[in-house]
């Protein structure tokens, strides 16, 4: 079985920083995309950021230029630098991997439980 844990939410004041990271852990092979999703309050479930396994990356409009998304293949870990940080922000952020678990042919996809991130003053 494959499980991925966030950390690093938090509540933040308007134009301040945080940094989520996601471990991936348990039968892994390989991990393909990773990426960062968010749901605000009362909203579907939008996409934040992806990474592929060679490091290319792409953001939501809303986000370019003030988060980086990043990842560490040794450590099986994605990361998300949050810069900047406005209200419009406020939502639980999801982690998600595309992995391939030892032994297997296919890759599924996973995501972690959710963590808060809260921009407020």
């Known amino acids: 079985q494959v499980q991925l844990v966030e950390s690093g939410g938090g509540l933040v004041q308007p134009g301040g920083s945080l940094r989520l990271s996601c471990a991936a852990s348990g039968n892994i092979s390989t991990i393909n995309n990773m990426a960062w999703y968010r749901q605000p309050p009362g909203k579907l479930r939008e996409l934040v950021a992806t990474i592929t396994r060679g490091r290319t990356t792409n953001y939501a409009d809303s986000v370019k230029g003030r988060f980086t998304i990043s990842r560490d293949n040794a450590k099986n870990t994605v990361y998300l630098q949050m810069n900047s940080l406005k209200p419009e922000d406020t939502a639980v952020y999801y982690c998600?991997?595309?992995?391939?678990?030892?032994?297997?042919?296919?890759?599924?996809?996973?995501w972690g439980q959710g963590t808060q991130v809260t921009v407020s003053s």
């Open positions: 998600y991997a595309s992995v391939r678990a030892i032994g297997r042919l296919v890759f599924l996809d996973y």
